[in-house]
């Protein structure tokens, strides 16, 4: 017992001698916080002189015993020999722990919660011979900000219930985005598929091409940053051979600044007209290996079902994100702005893939996103920091089996496996993307909780009358598309199919 009470006082105070030697460890900094804007703070750091030397002190007490100086042997050269020889070799090393420490105690310290990494160049901070070590950086902070009411909201929710009617309409799409796309010699008519050249130009110098790009006449042509309104009366009547000018604006928020809100130069070179054949319900049920008409109708059903839930959580959020940011009046940089519309892009797609959506419809939706990306960002972005202050509020978080069903729902529709989806979330960046939709999408159904709905009718959708092209006139897209995969896990799953380009 009484060896053990002597063990227990001598690790006692062994603990205590190393909290006490770890309070010994932090720094004295000084440290000067301005608010530059809600969403940025520009913060000068002073490290006095006497923890630089202790730093240098502890580094050659690294240093001392491995020391190699002429005329001594290895380690038994006299210190001040040692740090003479060696205080420029060192220093760099010494910088670099000041400025981690530092941004770590800074990041404990201060009551901000940084949204980016600090902006400052390391090579141009110096340990000066005399006197502190002095160091700026910008930094962007999520805003500070009174939290708005969530409990309560009246919202509105479009009820609907689809009908046969419907369901042979969307059976009748099918068979045409599944049709075998046949050359004509015909004139081109609107609903016929064109195989074109585009080169877009200013003041007689090319910015954009592409080649062999295959697109329905369609009333408007959507690239990801512009949108050609009266495609079909531009091409209405073309042949092969034929080519097509138009002026074209380019979106304010496009990713080259150059062209912003400018006028470029289109020619559109047809190189062939091809048509449509379409299939019966029975010729679509054998194309795509269907048990029957039965099954292919149900699976339809369930497709519609899906991008109505789809519809109506984008309403519901919507209307969510209007109350919730009305006092959100904070301005945020437009750096930011420009680094989250590609995360916000990402999640918008996320959630159509996972809602069932056809990659045509989705490349229409991402030109359209990307056109108004900047302006719809900054709206989400507000959204998304009252988001993230609820969920730590009410302590949401992810958790694994949210990623599984997500990815799992991804992997079905792009025929692929869950293993490999992930990898490529992984790999092109887009799992903080997932994220944030898991929690936002969280919060939002917490919202909904507590919300009181009112039911509303669907209204009758006009038929959507515009064509999508991937293709950026101004010549720079802003960042990559999640790359297609390829079969490896016994083929595709039984899905719809998604357009009659993939097709021929």
């Given amino acids: 017992m009484r060896g053990n009470s002597v063990q227990e006082t001598t690790v006692n ?97 201060q009551d901000f919660s940084a949204i980016s990494e600090p902006d400052f160049d390391f090579e141009s901070i110096e340990i000066p011979d005399d006197g502190p070590m002095t160091y700026e950086f910008n930094i962007e902070v999520r805003p500070e900000f009174e939290m708005p009411e969530w409990k309560g909201m009246k919202l509105k929710r479009t009820e609907h219930e689809f009908t046969d009617e419907e369901v042979d309409v969307e059976i009748s799409r099918l068979g045409s985005r599944s049709a075998d796309l046949v050359p004509v010699d015909d004139a081109a008519k609107p609903g016929d598929w064109l195989v074109l050249d585009l080169v877009s130009t200013h003041d007689g110098k090319e910015v954009a091409s592409a080649t062999e790009q295959l697109v329905e006449l369609r009333g ?92 109506q959580r984008q309403e519901i959020r919507q209307q969510i994100s209007e109350l919730l ?11 930011l702005l420009k680094r989250q519309s ?56 992810d958790e694994d089996a949210d990623y599984e069903l997500e990815i799992a729902k991804l992997a079905m529709q792009r025929n692929d496996s869950p293993r490999r989806v992930r990898a490529r979330l992984e790999r092109t960046g887009q799992m903080d993307a997932l994220r944030n939709m898991i929690v936002e999408q969280k919060v939002i159904g917490l919202i909904e909780q507590h919300a009181e709905f009112k039911s509303v009718k669907k209204k009758k959708e006009t038929a959507d009358n515009t064509a999508a092209v991937d293709f950026f006139v101004s010549g720079i897209r802003g960042g990559d598309d999640i790359p297609e995969a390829k079969y490896d896990e016994g083929g595709p799953e039984q899905t719809l199919p998604n357009t009659a380009a993939e097709r021929d």
């Fill in 342 to 397: 590609r995360r916000e892009l990402d999640r918008a797609l996320i959630e159509l893939r996972s809602s069932g959506f056809s990659e045509d419809q989705i490349l229409a939706q991402e030109n359209q996103l990307r056109q108004n990306v900047l302006s719809r960002t900054e709206t989400m972005l507000k959204e998304h920091f009252i988001l993230e202050r609820i969920a730590e509020v009410e302590k949401i978080e």
């Fill in 220 to 311: 408007n042509l959507s690239f990801g940053d512009a949108l050609l309104e009266g495609f079909d009366e531009l091409l209405k009547g073309a042949s092969a051979g034929d080519k097509k000018t138009a002026k074209i604006k380019i979106s304010e928020f496009a990713t080259n600044e150059e062209f912003q809100g400018q006028e470029l130069d289109l020619e559109l070179t047809v190189l062939d007209v091809k048509r449509a054949e379409g299939k019966d319900p029975d010729e679509i049920v054998e194309a795509l290996g269907f048990e029957s008409v039965d099954k292919l109708r149900e699976l339809i059903r369930e497709n519609l079902s899906n991008q109505l839930q789809y519809s």
């Fill in 13 to 109: 105070t062994e603990l205590e001698n190393d909290i006490v030697e770890d309070e010994k460890q932090k720094l004295t900094l000084n440290v000067k916080v301005d608010e530059t804007s809600p969403c940025e703070r520009h913060v000068t750091v002073s490290i006095p002189r006497d923890d630089i030397e202790r730093y240098f002190s502890e580094k050659f007490d690294e240093l001392a015993p491995q020391a190699e100086v002429p005329g001594f042997r290895t380690g038994k050269a006299p210190r001040k020999l040692v740090e003479n020889r060696f205080r420029d070799q060192i220093e760099d090393q010494v910088k670099g722990s000041l400025l981690m420490d530092s941004l770590a105690q800074i990041s404990d310290d």
């Fill in 325 to 335: 940011t009305e006092s959100a009046d904070w301005e945020l940089p437009q750096d």
